[in-house]
């Protein structure tokens, strides 16, 4: 049967050069969906997001465990843009992200990324590697200070 979503997850897992990054093979994992269609948080350093406000935690020194590790590392933290915001400025408490002292609200749809992460119901945490034709700096709403 025909599945559309499978179709295009397939699509995306074969053709790591539609991605941002230098991606592990087999990454994004064939458990990763087509990003909703809505807004994204990103937890950010300044009120003037750039392209180094939306890099992988891979670039910013962390060292990969396993194989698997790498390509989660390789892929961006967001969190569900519907998750009230007094939920995004508690994530200042984490040790991890201590120095973001906004959160940036982007645009985004299906065809700007793949993601794995919690159920989107639940507004929660999302790993996300970008389509390299997508580029998150340039899709900011509002920025807002933790």
């Known amino acids: 049967m025909y599945d559309p979503a499978t179709k295009i997850m397939d699509k995306a897992t074969q053709l790591n050069s539609e991605f941002a990054g230098d991606l592990p093979s087999g990454c994004p994992p064939l458990s990763a969906k087509p990003c909703i269609n809505g807004t994204l948080w990103r937890l950010v350093s300044t009120s003037n997001p750039s392209s180094q406000d939306f890099i992988s935690v891979f670039e910013e020194?962390?060292?990969?465990?396993?194989?698997?590790?790498?390509c989660v590392l390789k892929g961006v933290s967001y969190f569900h843009g519907?998750?009230?915001?007094?939920k995004i400025k508690a994530l200042k408490a984490?040790?991890?992200?201590?120095?973001?002292?906004h959160a940036a609200k982007i645009e985004i749809t299906s065809s700007d990324a793949m993601v794995k992460g919690s159920d989107p119901n639940k507004k929660g945490h999302f790993c996300v590697w970008r389509s390299s034709?997508?580029?998150?700096?340039e899709c900011?709403?509002?920025?807002e200070k933790l």
Do not use: I, Q
């Open 61 to 70: 020194g962390a060292k990969p465990r396993t194989e698997d590790d790498l």
């Open 82 to 86: 519907d998750r009230p915001f007094h």
């Open 94 to 101: 984490l040790p991890t992200l201590k120095n973001k002292t």
């Open 133 to 137: 034709v997508y580029f998150p700096h």
């Open 140 to 143: 900011v709403m509002s920025v």
